[in-house]
């Protein structure tokens, strides 16, 4: 009985897919330097596209194409919907025309249209007309890649209201080959306009006979090709929907949003928030090239340098300052790092807001009175810490309470300035139509330790010197 069970578990390992790992990667990369493309192919196939997508990843250039390449087209056709935009337009820029018709015939109207726009124009407009749904993909491209329009896919099941639930069945099973997932069928009337939704759990349970038109929500929500994508996903998240239908003004269907479209939006999105608060472009991926890296980078840090040496200029303007009382040089760092960090503490809770579409209009003045009353508090509490602080430094008389004094005011100052800039300045790039990730990045944390070292400059001159 242990042997049969040993046998049965051992089937089992060796029927279930490798870990994509360095181990797998250099055991493919030895296949082939051999050569062996029948090992390597068979190790592949036992791969999922988007496992076999980062191991593209994981392999140098030349070796990535060379495993593309010997992969069957149904295959090499799924993993390019996984690919990064960067990685996927290398490995197809020498792809001739036949070879990409075949890749793509394989993949949803939605993931061929990605691919076409992002290869060379003269390549895609050869590739398109041999598509057997080239309308419909042609019809996505004219839409904002970011948008509803442009996340959508034309493969959906739609009904007239007037027939039963047991047509509606046979529509599933007619479209089962072109469309992937079926999560719900969608109803028309009679002008094509669309009029409610019935869940495939609904339809399954309905007695055949019975019309659709009695079993579909007729409650339920649609949106616009133009919707922009982070909108989409926050209305997906809202309503916990796994398909959304598209719809243009005149009520006409035009595509659905599935829930595994939303999800790479989110990570997308979120991604691109995670580089622009570190001052990056926010578009680099793994598989970019050194100089396309530097490209998104560099402009950042000479940004970044800048703000620096307007800092230095700050500095520079109380020299006199310093000259008299070189103890106050101690605390230029505790007031930029202070400052910077009061500001992306503060930045960082809007664009949150914002981003989330949790913070609106009419909750900007209540937002910006807590984050005051937050940054009052923090700042008195660490006002009272530096003083107190201060206070134990071997100085001598009234210049030490002078001292403390000056740390202390500028540090509460600083933490309010910095505090109200973090909050407002997001606010306003969104109203001008700018990414308010923007606002966590290099701006706020160069401009907060401008303003912190003149607040303090000022007060020392005034109090202390």
Do not use: C
């Not at 001292?403 to 997001?426: E, Q």
């Amino acid at each position: 009985m242990e042997h049969v069970q040993d046998t049965v578990r051992d089937e089992v390992l060796a029927a279930s897919p490798p870990a994509v790992d360095d181990e797998l990667a250099e055991r493919l990369e030895t296949l082939m330097a051999s050569e062996d493309r029948e090992a390597a192919v068979r190790i592949a196939a036992r791969l999922h596209p988007a496992d076999l997508a980062r191991l593209l990843n994981y392999l140098p250039a030349g070796e990535r194409e060379t495993l593309f390449g010997w992969l069957p087209g149904e295959q090499a056709g799924l993993v390019l919907a996984d690919l990064d935009d960067e990685l996927r337009m290398r490995l197809l820029e020498e792809t001739p025309a036949e070879r990409l018709k075949e890749l793509l015939s394989h993949l949803e109207t939605d993931d061929a249209a990605d691919v076409l726009a992002g290869l060379p124009e003269a390549l895609a407009a050869e590739v398109l007309p041999l598509l057997d749904r080239s309308e419909d993909v042609q019809s996505l491209l004219h839409y904002d890649e970011e948008s509803a329009g442009g996340i959508m896919g034309t493969e959906y099941v739609i009904v007239p209201e007037t027939w039963t639930v047991a047509e509606a069945t046979e529509e599933v099973r007619r479209n089962a080959e072109t469309v992937a997932a079926v999560f719900a069928v969608f109803v028309r009337d009679a002008e094509g306009k669309l009029q409610g939704v019935v869940s495939l759990k609904n339809l399954l349970l309905t007695l055949a006979d019975t019309p659709v038109s009695d079993i579909m929500d007729r409650d339920f929500v649609a949106v616009p090709p133009e919707m922009d994508q982070e909108e989409v996903g926050r209305i997906m998240q809202r309503y916990d929907l796994v398909s959304l239908p598209v719809a243009a003004a005149s009520g006409e269907m035009l595509g659905r949003i599935t829930i595994d479209d939303i999800v790479d939006v989110i990570r997308d999105e979120a991604e691109e928030d995670i580089q622009r608060m570190s001052g990056m472009s926010g578009s680099e991926e793994p598989s970019d090239s050194v100089f396309r890296v530097i490209r998104g980078r560099l402009p950042w840090l000479l940004i970044g340098m800048a703000g620096a040496g307007l800092s230095g200029l700050v500095i520079g303007q109380f020299e006199n300052a310093l000259e008299q009382a070189v103890i106050l040089a101690a605390f230029i760092p505790v007031v930029m790092a202070m400052a910077g960090n009061a500001g992306i503490q503060s930045s960082a809770i809007v664009v949150q807001g914002l981003a989330s579409g949790e913070l609106w209009a009419s909750d900007v003045a209540r937002r910006l009175g807590k984050e005051l009353s937050v940054s009052l508090l923090n700042g008195l509490a660490l006002a009272l810490v530096l003083g107190a602080a201060v206070m134990m430094l071997p100085v001598g008389g009234a210049t030490l309470e002078l001292l403390a004094l000056t740390a202390s005011l500028s540090m509460l100052t600083v933490i309010v300035l910095a505090t109200i800039i973090g909050a407002t300045v997001p606010l306003l790039l969104q109203r001008m139509k700018i990414d308010p990730a923007l606002a966590t990045g290099p701006f706020i944390t160069t401009s907060n330790d401008i303003l912190g070292l003149g607040v303090f400059f000022l007060l020392a001159t005034l109090i202390y010197l």
